[in-house]
């Protein structure tokens, strides 16, 4: 007889019947992870419901809150449905037909650029278009409008994370993939909160270490939720992680636990980098780092003795004044323990945005696509004559970073603005000055899905994009696997595509008559798939297709025309459609540099960060929390997520708030050097006595105050650094402010 008894359906749980009538195949649009989602459609073609692919390899039929609900992102309020212009801000918007906007904005960047230079129209774009989408901009911008003005937000984000690679590798592309979880001994994990930020690549790593245990270290001054399940917390001094590596590296050289091997035969530079950390002996770095000196030492001996042993690292690293140089020491410290390249043995940066790879891969933001540079003759030469176009059309050296663009149009340099997929009123530091900026442009274009976004408060003109599933494209994720986006139902209103968008807005110009802008997306892929190919190119597509990364839940490259052979030939004989393409770069030890060694770089730490002092006593922190996405246009509308998050807010020390008489739940002001800020304060141990953490979802907010300061390599702001004071402030008017700032 059964021991279980038949339990009696008291109270079942009852998921409602969406009525779900086809699922469609496509990639969330939100972080980095690359999760394969199914969108559930009705029998009139609605978006109703949205689940997790259970083939992909990235997320197992898992979807973290975000993906869950992405289906409602396409009909909440505020999305824009026709262009919109109007002669100045603050005027009313006039709605207006494509063929009228698209002839304006054509002869007004025509016009600045006659009257003031071609550089004097600047285009920042994003991380959060499609792939083929950013190729498409890439030839605009270099080779249609030839302003070499031209940058994404993906200054803000990862922009130290390409720095470094290149310093170290000579070139950009992260060497390892979410597998190396299930083969490593040992991870470290540098300002990177997974469970919030990248849950399911969170969930990989757990499932990794509940098969098979190895030590998780967590390196972040807060005790984040991914700290909690660390087995060592280091709750480092605000911007100094890099003392803790060259400390790391100091214990790792003296105590003879390097690989020699490795060493000698992949890498140069070992004499410098020994030279420089000499000055970081455990108890002098232990001052600087606020991590003791047996912590170091134990820490070391662990990731030395490690048999694999791989980090991954985020914003705590990347948004500092030495955010690149942090990336450095991050691969040095790989390299000087044969730690590239090899199951469980990597230096994994891990993606903020879902497609930031994309944009370094093929946008021509930094360069030209593919990973060309501007700076290589042979480079220009080949794209012109690809494109067909003179090569003298291109500039010789990369323009102004985002960063530099915003000062360029304070100073009168440039006097047009178009943005692309991106919200500096929200995002951008010491926004008091962005918006000044802003308001000094002659002509700023918004190119956005929802017309309610802050920033287009200070535009002339609104160009109203389709957003996510409505369109059809690549992302690349963290692992450089490349996943597609298939078009699920058709843009709202009289929304476009931005793939329709810089093929029209093409037309406008001289070159763009010489220039072939493909009708659609699988067009322009096929021409980037061209582009790839060649001898030592890692980035290289050239063997996959649409509906192979279809069919695959994803491909990872680099995947060749001949490795897409081999894998038909061995499919013949399984019967499987899918692959896998490259999980690894640099397996073999040979890098993009000339002489295929890695560079070892000495990194002498300089303390330029903005220290709490008597006026300003509390370190600023900042970041994201789980159900919100960057600046709230998507997740602050849909009801499932922004109720759990409606306000902003600031973790305070609950004895640091006793010390102000501060009250758990009351409203404070914050001042910085660069303004103030009102949130309500949650009273928590997860920070400091001396630190506060502020998510930067909501307008009006944290960038108010944030310092901003740049990183001299990869010109990426420390967000996370800066100093501010708490004051009191009328609670009632606090709350009326709160209510008024909301905008949804
Ligand atoms: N839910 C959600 N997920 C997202 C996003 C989102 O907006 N919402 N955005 C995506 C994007 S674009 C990005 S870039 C990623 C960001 O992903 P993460 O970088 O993981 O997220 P953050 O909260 O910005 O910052 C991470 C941590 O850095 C720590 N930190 C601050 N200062 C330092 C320091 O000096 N040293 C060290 N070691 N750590 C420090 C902070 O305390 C914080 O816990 O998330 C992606 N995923
Ligand atoms: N204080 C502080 N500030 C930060 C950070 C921090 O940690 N702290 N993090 C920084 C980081 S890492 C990042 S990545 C930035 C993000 O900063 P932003 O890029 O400015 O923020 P988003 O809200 O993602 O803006 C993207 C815009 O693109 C729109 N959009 C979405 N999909 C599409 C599309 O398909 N087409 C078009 N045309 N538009 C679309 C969205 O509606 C949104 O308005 O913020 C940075 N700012
Ligand atoms: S983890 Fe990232 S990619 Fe996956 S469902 Fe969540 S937001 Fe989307
Ligand atoms: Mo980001």
Excluded at 423 to 428: A, G, I, K, Q, V
Excluded at 522 to 550: C, P, V, W, Y
Excluded at 632 to 651: A, D, Q, V, W
Aim: glycine residues 8%; contains cysteine; hydrophobic residues 35%.
């Amino acid at each position: 007889m059964s021991i279980f008894f038949k339990r009696k359906e008291k109270n079942p749980i009852r998921i409602a019947d969406k009525k779900v009538h086809e699922w469609k195949y496509t990639t969330c649009g939100y972080c980095s992870t690359g999760c394969s989602i199914e969108v559930g459609l009705d029998i009139d073609g609605k978006a109703v419901a949205s689940r997790g692919n259970a083939n992909a390899d990235v997320n197992r039929g898992k979807l973290c809150i975000k993906g869950i609900f992405e289906h409602e992102l396409f009909e909440v309020a505020g999305r824009g449905d026709k262009p919109l212009m109007r002669n100045k801000p603050f005027e009313p918007w006039v709605k207006s037909d494509w063929d009228t906007t698209l002839d304006r904005m054509g002869s007004e960047i025509k016009r600045i650029q006659d009257t003031y230079g071609k550089d004097s129209f600047a285009i920042v774009s994003t991380g959060q278009l499609l792939t083929e989408e950013f190729y498409s901009l890439g030839k605009l911008a270099r080779g249609c409008i030839g302003s070499n003005n031209y940058d994404g937000n993906t200054t803000l984000c990862m922009a130290s994370a390409v720095s470094g690679y290149k310093r170290s590798f000579g070139s950009d592309g992260p060497p390892g993939c979410y597998e190396d979880f299930e083969h490593t001994d040992c991870l470290i994990a540098w300002g990177s909160n997974l469970p919030e930020q990248h849950p399911i690549i969170y969930w990989r790593l757990k499932e990794a270490m509940e098969k098979r245990k190895f030590p998780l270290i967590v390196v972040d001054p807060r005790v984040t939720m991914l700290a909690q399940f660390a087995d060592i917390h280091l709750a480092v001094t605000p911007g100094t992680d890099l003392a803790l590596m060259n400390s790391l590296m100091y214990v790792i050289l003296d105590e003879g636990l390097e690989d020699r091997g490795y060493i000698n035969a992949h890498t140069k530079g070992i004499e410098e980098v020994e030279a420089c950390v000499k000055d970081y002996d455990p108890v002098s770095a232990s001052k600087i780092c606020g991590i003791d000196e047996d912590t170091i030492r134990h820490v070391a001996r662990i990731y030395a003795n490690a048999g694999a042993a791989m980090s991954i690292w985020t914003m705590g690293i990347n948004q500092s004044t030495h955010g690149s140089d942090g990336v450095v020491g991050i691969n040095s410290l790989n390299l000087i323990t044969g730690n590239i390249g090899k199951p469980g043995g990597t230096s994994l940066s891990i993606t903020g945005q879902c497609n930031a790879m994309g944009t370094r891969e093929w946008s021509s933001c930094s360069g030209l696509p593919g990973y060309r540079y501007l700076e290589n003759p042979a480079d220009r030469k080949e794209i012109a004559d690809f494109w067909g176009i003179d090569e003298e059309f291109f500039p010789k050296k990369r323009g102004l970073a985002e960063t530099d663009i915003f000062p360029a149009i304070e100073t009168g340099q440039i006097k047009g603005l178009w943005l692309v997929a991106t919200n500096p009123m929200t995002s951008m530091p010491n926004t008091a000055r962005i918006r000044k900026t802003l308001e000094k442009l002659d002509f700023l274009v918004i190119q956005d899905a929802y017309a309610d976004v802050e920033t287009t408060q200070y535009a002339h003109m609104f160009l109203p994009a389709a957003v996510w599933a409505e369109k059809e494209g690549c992302f690349t994720n963290t692992e450089r696997r490349i996943n597609i986006v298939r078009k699920v139902q058709e843009p709202i209103g009289d929304s476009k595509s931005d793939f329709w968008i810089f093929k029209e807005l093409a037309k406008r110009f001289e070159n763009g008559k010489k220039i072939h802008f493909p009708e659609t997306p699988e067009g322009a892929f096929n021409e980037m798939r061209q582009l790839s190919k060649g001898e030592g190119r890692t980035l290289d597509i050239s063997g996959m297709t649409h509906q192979k990364i279809e069919d695959s839940c994803g491909i990872q490259w680099p995947y060749t025309e001949n490795d897409s052979v081999a894998d038909e030939v061995a499919q013949g004989e399984s019967g499987k459609a899918s692959v896998k393409g490259s999980q690894r770069l640099y397996s073999d030890g040979k890098f993009q540099t000339k002489d295929g060694k890695a560079n070892l770089i000495p990194l002498p730490f300089v303390n330029n960060n903005e220290v709490p002092c008597d006026e300003f006593p509390f370190w600023m922190n900042s970041g994201r929390v789980v159900e919100h996405f960057h600046t709230r246009t998507r997740t602050g509308k849909i009801g499932n997520l922004n109720k759990y998050s409606p306000t902003p807010y600031m973790e305070m020390n609950p004895d640091a708030a006793a010390e102000l008489s501060v009250k758990h739940g009351s409203y404070v002001r914050i001042v910085s050097r660069r303004g103030d800020a009102v949130v309500m304060v949650q009273t928590t141990q997860r920070v400091a006595r001396n630190a506060v953490f502020i998510p930067f979802h909501f307008y009006d907010c944290v960038n108010r105050v944030s310092l901003g300061l740049l990183d001299p390599h990869s010109r990426q702001p420390a967000f996370k650094q800066g100093s501010i004071r708490i004051e009191a402030v009328d609670q009632e008017m606090a709350g009326q402010l709160n209510v008024e700032r909301r905008s949804y």
